[in-house]
């Protein structure tokens, strides 16, 4: 009887071990630094209008801001695309931050994204030092009925988790996702890679070249509470730990194409259109040729499908991207005690002509 209860001890005393493991508080450095980008594609609308608003904001509010516990700057990131209203100029800026393009000789004859990454890089970065910006959110459309989406590099950052946490509890009106592209840092390809950590808002579904007020209102409203959180934690907050949705990108199926010409020979099923986020099975129908024929998933698994007929990924060989979906544990967080803020440092507005 006393060994049956010593082991009834043993296993309670495990069980609060492991309560306590999963409730401790990781503390992270103060998020003293934010930057909100738009117009990384200059015909994704929302976060062009949204980063001149908020321009213009701050230029009316200069005195009222002095005090905050963190220093945003709001940055039209490719301006000759936007008064072109073009995704780019001459190469997608979006594909121009990894680390072997921001360290390229440029030249004369080098395409301006090119260049324009690399004056980012000085501006926010640089990528991956300790001088880099604490926080890079940068704003995207997509033609895509995806809601509101968080796209990042990394399913063990807490800080974007948890600001994804934080947009999915108050942003119930809009699905609000995790979507995460699992690649190393040195190959990180977007914008949000700058800083120390980072993420896409990628809301749809817009048109390109189109603002509507119902998706910019999603946006405004994503970013707001994004900075919310910031100054929440910049404050001594704790925010709770639980278990979060994510979807890790596994691989992506271009239209079926003409072997000579190379041209598309279908376009996407009417069952799969509009239906981002549903489970893709094995011949289940994905696309329906110009014939009129259907062609059917061959997957070796169920998958998630997402970036359903964006609009942009024609060029690039895309109809739609496929993910797994799992459950992610992310512990309780809380800014590091003793750190001062330095909302005063590195305070910055652009908007390049």
Request: glycine share 6%; net charge negative; charged share 25%.
């Amino acid at each position: 009887m006393m060994a049956a209860d010593g082991g009834q001890e043993e296993e309670e005393q495990e069980e609060e071990q492991e309560e306590g493991e999963h409730n401790e508080v990781v503390c992270l450095p103060a998020l003293s630094r934010v930057a909100v980008c738009g117009g990384t594609h200059g015909n994704e609308l929302s976060g062009v209008h949204l980063v001149r608003e908020r321009l213009k904001e701050k230029k009316q509010k200069v005195d009222e801001e002095e005090d905050d516990v963190v220093s945003v700057v709001n940055i039209l990131t490719n301006p000759r695309a936007v008064q072109q209203c073009r995704r780019y100029t001459e190469t997608d800026l979006n594909r121009c931050f990894t680390r072997a393009t921001l360290s390229s000789t440029v030249s004369d004859r080098t395409p301006y994204e090119i260049v324009r990454s690399q004056e980012l890089n000085s501006l926010l970065g640089p990528k991956g030092s300790p001088q880099a910006v604490d926080l890079v959110c940068d704003l995207h459309n997509t033609t895509a009925n995806m809601g509101l989406c968080v796209i990042a590099y990394s399913d063990s950052d807490w800080i974007c988790l948890h600001i994804f946490k934080y947009l999915q509890h108050h942003m119930s009106d809009v699905p609000v996702r995790y979507i995460h592209f699992d690649l190393p840092c040195r190959e990180a390809y977007s914008l949000d890679s700058l800083g120390k950590h980072g993420f896409a808002l990628e809301i749809g579904p817009q048109p390109h070249g189109v603002v509507r007020s119902n998706i910019y209102t999603y946006m405004k409203t994503g970013v707001e509470l994004m900075l919310d959180w910031v100054r929440l934690f910049n404050s001594g907050t704790v925010f709770e730990g639980g278990s979060v949705e994510v979807y890790t990108m596994v691989s992506a199926i271009d239209y079926p194409r003409e072997p000579h010409t190379h041209n598309i020979m279908a376009a996407i099923h009417p069952q799969l259109q509009d239906q981002d986020f549903c489970l893709l099975r094995p011949n289940d129908p994905i696309f329906e040729t110009f014939s009129g024929a259907t062609v059917r998933y061959q997957g070796p698994e169920p998958l998630y499908a997402f970036f359903i007929n964006e609009c942009a990924y024609y060029e690039k060989g895309i109809a739609l991207s496929l993910a797994r979906r799992r459950r992610v544990e992310i512990p309780a967080i809380q800014m590091k005690s003793g750190l001062e803020h330095r909302g005063d440092e590195g305070t910055s507005e652009e908007e390049a002509d």
